[in-house]
């Protein structure tokens, strides 16, 4: 079950926006505080809620993030949620961190952002590259989010393995006050950008993005065809230098078993409304609708039956 504290976070931040009372409540999960996710989540819900009509409302809540969001959808604790394109793939298959639960059977509803593995340290630090995360303290997230399973797939390309580093489990916002703290020596985090807790740091501290090392990324590309390189430029966080970062797009997906009405519902909300939600979050200019129609998972009936009349 979610944490209740963190529930109540997610139930209180959408008090302003005046549900309906009767509404159905969609529950939408994000991920912890300081990525990208809750604050999207939180853009979605609000734009669902003034757009999809009195019968429909929407709440979001804090959750692991992208891995644990489709079990969250499978138990009936969310109706809808954030996840990575490819964490859907396995969750329908029921395979990698869904093999326990089997398959999911979920529906794509939206694309969303892309989001980037952050690998970043205080500017003067003496880690270079991935490798030189062996030996060290590294703050990689909660433990249902998408950066520890980024860590996964990219530790065994890099010969390592998760026991050549000291972990902390932490939400982002935490991480990355914890590097500036120097608690740890590198934070990671899997983000949309700009990320909250990234911005965050570096009011306060100088920060690098890590680099990987020559020929890796390709590598880690080419094991995986659902990530793609991601530039971000160095005014994106006032670093000296920008960084190549490998990433991922993401979609809202929810459960086929949810009404098609109302997931039509929700998706004419938000496709309608576009330049309302990205005028409020910065993450959701980087949508992009014409992505809603070539995911990695069918469509939901819903938003299947909105696509093909717009």
């Keep these: 079950m979610l944490n209740p504290i963190k529930r109540a976070l997610g139930v209180m931040a959408l008090v302003s926006c005046a549900a309906t009372a009767g509404a159905e409540e969609l529950r939408i999960g994000t991920a912890s505080l300081g990525g990208a996710f809750y604050p999207m989540g ?27 969001n489709p079990n969250l959808i499978a138990t009936g604790e969310v109706e809808i949620a954030i996840t990575n394109n490819n964490l859907a793939v396995l969750a329908v298959a029921g395979k990698g961190p869904y093999t326990a639960a089997g398959p999911i059977d979920i529906g794509a509803v939206a694309a969303l952002h892309p989001s980037v593995l952050h690998m970043m340290v205080l500017a003067d630090s003496d880690i270079q590259t991935f490798e030189d995360l062996a030996g060290k303290r590294v703050a990689v997230g909660p433990a249902g989010g998408g950066t520890l399973g980024f860590i996964n797939f990219l530790m065994p390309l890099h010969d390592m393995d998760i026991e050549d580093i ?55 590309l080419d094991a995986n065809g659902a990530y793609v390189p991601v530039e971000i430029a160095a005014d994106v966080y006032g670093t000296a230098e920008g960084g190549t970062v490998i990433g991922v797009n993401n979609m809202l997906v929810a459960p086929n078993s949810l009404d098609a009405a109302t997931v039509e519902a929700v998706t004419r909300a938000i496709f309608d409304n576009l330049p309302e939600l990205q005028a409020e979050n910065a993450n959701a200019r980087q949508i992009d609708p014409a992505m809603s129609t070539q995911l990695a998972i069918p469509l939901h009936a819903g938003a299947q039956a909105y696509f093909d009349a717009n």
Excluded: C
Aim: without cysteine; aromatic residues 8%.
């Design 42 to 68: 939180q853009s979605i819900s609000n734009v669902v809620n003034a757009h999809a009509g009195n019968d429909i409302s929407m709440v979001p809540i804090v959750t692991g993030g992208s891995v644990q």
């Design 166 to 220: 000291t972990p902390s489990f932490v939400s982002y916002s935490d991480g990355f006050s914890q590097l500036t703290d120097g608690t740890v020596d590198a934070a990671l985090a899997l983000s949309g950008y700009p990320a909250g807790a990234v911005m965050q740091a570096t009011a306060g501290a100088d920060l690098r993005f890590i680099s990987f090392s020559e020929g890796m990324l390709d590598a880690a």
